[in-house]
C-alpha cells in the first residue's frame, strides 16, 4: 500500500489523535487508520458487515476456546468398540 501524508493538521486534532493512541496503546498510524475506516465503513463489502453483524473472537478468546474444547477432540477407542 502506498503512503500518504497529511500536512497542515491543526494542533488541537493532532494532540487529540496523540491522546487517543497513548490512551489505547496504539500507534498514530493506526488511530488514524481506524478513523478513516470508520468515515468509509459504509461502502465496505457484505462480507465485511456481516463480520460486524456477528461479531469476531480476538485471538486470545480463540486461544481459549481451543484449548477448553481440546478434551472433545480425543477419541474414547473403547467407546467406539
Known amino acids: 500500500m502506498q503512503q500518504i501524508t ?3 493538521l491543526e494542533p488541537k486534532i493532532e494532540q487529540e489523535i496523540r491522546k487517543i493512541a497513548k490512551g489505547s496503546h ?3 498510524n493506526q488511530v488514524i ?8 465503513k459504509g461502502s465496505t463489502s457484505p462480507a465485511s458487515s456481516l463480520r460486524e453483524l456477528a461479531g ?3 485471538e486470545k478468546d480463540a486461544a481459549e476456546f481451543k484449548r ?8 474414547d477407542e473403547a467407546m467406539w468398540k
Do not use: A, L, V
Not at 487508520?33 to 468509509?40: A, G, L, V
Open 6 to 8: 497529511i500536512r497542515g
Open 26 to 28: 496504539k500507534s498514530i
Open 33 to 40: 487508520k481506524e478513523i478513516i475506516h470508520n468515515e468509509f
Open 56 to 58: 469476531g473472537w480476538s
Open 68 to 75: 477448553s474444547i481440546k478434551s472433545c477432540e480425543q477419541i
